[in-house]
T-cell receptor
């Protein structure tokens, strides 16, 4: 049963530290999405890729967030420097196309102290 | 561009009762439509999807949804809910004939009374 995997599942860090979250999309999927979920804002789309190329990262704070796909099996979301307001659950999802269903990973719960 | 609205933020039903969660979309052509469920501490899981054809779609966990073009709706139903159905439910719409990402609604949280 193919699944999206995310690491780490939980991360606690101090303000100012760099945080890197990793995602392994389902083999064969050509689109990858990064979301952030908080109680206040709900589910927010941060960035997405197709065939490893970034299509849109307008949902991300530009000065501190970056998203990349070094290869087809790995997507990364980096925050540098982290701030307490970045505390959230970050989800990665992959899919067979932009307009098709997305398959979500279990999320990374980030706490910035 | 497409958009989706879930009018109910919270819904409470008794265990064993029937359920209907509302979803309205805005899109000029035939959309792709999806329902996802998110249990506490989990990621979103696809319940069902509609691309074309039969407007009544069966999904997992005993859920179904009906696409009604005239009402721009894709409501989710279940004849008898179980306590394990307590979760957040997201409707999503995709532009079927355009190369664009799907858009998620803000979700409806379902509470189950014993």
């Amino acid at each position: 049963d193919a699944r999206v995997t995310q690491t780490p599942r939980h991360k606690v860090t101090e303000m100012g530290q760099e945080v890197t979250m990793r995602c392994q999309p389902i083999l064969g999927h050509n689109t990858v999405f990064w979301y952030r979920q908080t109680m206040m804002q709900g589910l927010e789309l941060l960035a997405y890729f197709r065939n490893r190329a970034p299509l849109d990262d307008s949902g991300m704070p530009k000065d501190r967030f970056s998203a990349e796909m070094p290869d087809a099996t790995l997507a990364t979301l980096k925050i540098q420097p982290s701030e307490p307001r970045d505390s959230a659950v970050y989800f990665c999802a992959s899919g067979p196309g932009l307009a098709n269903e997305q398959f979500f990973g279990p999320g990374t719960r980030l706490t910035v102290l | 561009a497409q958009s989706v609205t879930q009018p109910d933020i919270h819904i409470t039903v008794s265990e064993g009762a029937s359920l209907e969660l509302r979803c309205n979309y805005s899109y000029g052509a035939t959309p792709y439509l999806f329902w996802y469920v998110q249990s506490p501490g989990q990621g979103l899981q696809l319940l069902l999807k509609y691309f074309s054809g039969d407007t009544l779609v069966q999904g997992i966990k005993g859920f179904e949804a009906e696409f009604k073009r005239s009402q721009s709706s894709f409501n989710l139903r279940k004849p008898s809910v179980h306590w394990s159905d307590a979760a957040e439910y997201f409707c999503a719409v995709g532009a079927g004939n355009r190369d664009d990402k799907i858009i998620f609604g803000k979700g409806t949280r379902l509470h189950i009374l014993p």
